[in-house]
């Protein structure tokens, strides 16, 4: 297992290859959906405000 | 088969048609970037004269071959949208720019820490490498550009023409290696073949690359739906919504 993660004493550079592309998938999602959530939340109060009038 | 595809290009309509279809790419391509990533990692042999960091081709070429054809893809729509004016094409721009500009920056990411066993540097100004870093200042500039302009009509046609006139950076990313000598590695992929020649690195490659096609089309979906919500937030349609009137 260990010989795994050394990679033939390249594992730094495979790691970091295969960890960033995760973190940057991970950030894109989080802001995708953070994005919709806000844009909801928005339109439902623009929404709530229509209804009161 | 009579589709009516003008149909699909009503906001309206793709907003409901793009919820359905991205969670099914976002499953698939979790299946093959599972199966991908264990014939690369664990699978496929040592290669004979880089060892194991050649297994960051499996991650690197894929990226970089998205990161060409997503704004190839992006130019298309933001050519569409400026020549008969539909609303649907420049929000599908906007909403390929971020994950065109991400897999520009991996591309390069994983190049430079390819580069460092490999050819004892992280960065070299040769052709091919300088052409993608242009790449990624593109996609920058096509946002940038577009948040600059209040008026999102405007915005749209102004990034539209950044895009289009930047698509002439893609054949000079793509022939590079051939025209210029350089220190990168000659092309792996061409249209129609694949310059791989163990089978087990061939299947590895071709996963992640439909892997990482089919996410970026589940993100791009998922984030031209909020693009569609904001930008008709005062029609009827939207105000319809299931998910606002809960």
Known sequence: ?53 | MAINWFKYSAPSTFYGLAGKIAPWCAGISAVLFAAGLYIGLVVAPTDATQGESYRIFFIHVPTAILSMFLYLVMAGYAAIGLIFNTRLSAMMATALAPTGALFTFIALWTGALWGKPTWGTWWVWDARLTSELILLFLYIGFMALHSSIDDPRRADRAAALLAIVGSVNVPIIYYSVRWWNSLHQGPTFEVGRVAVYDDTMRQAFLLMLFACWLYAAAVVLWRVRSIILERERSTQWVAELKEIRA
Not at chain 1, 10 to 38: A, C, D, P, T
């Open chain 1, 1 to 53: 297992m260990s010989e795994f993660f050394d990679m033939g004493g390249r594992g730094l550079y495979v790691w970091g290859s295969y960890g960033v592309v995760l973190l940057v998938f991970i950030i894109e999602i989080w802001q995708v959906r953070h994005k919709r959530k806000m844009i909801l939340q928005q339109l439902r109060s623009m929404r709530e405000l229509g209804d009161e009038e």
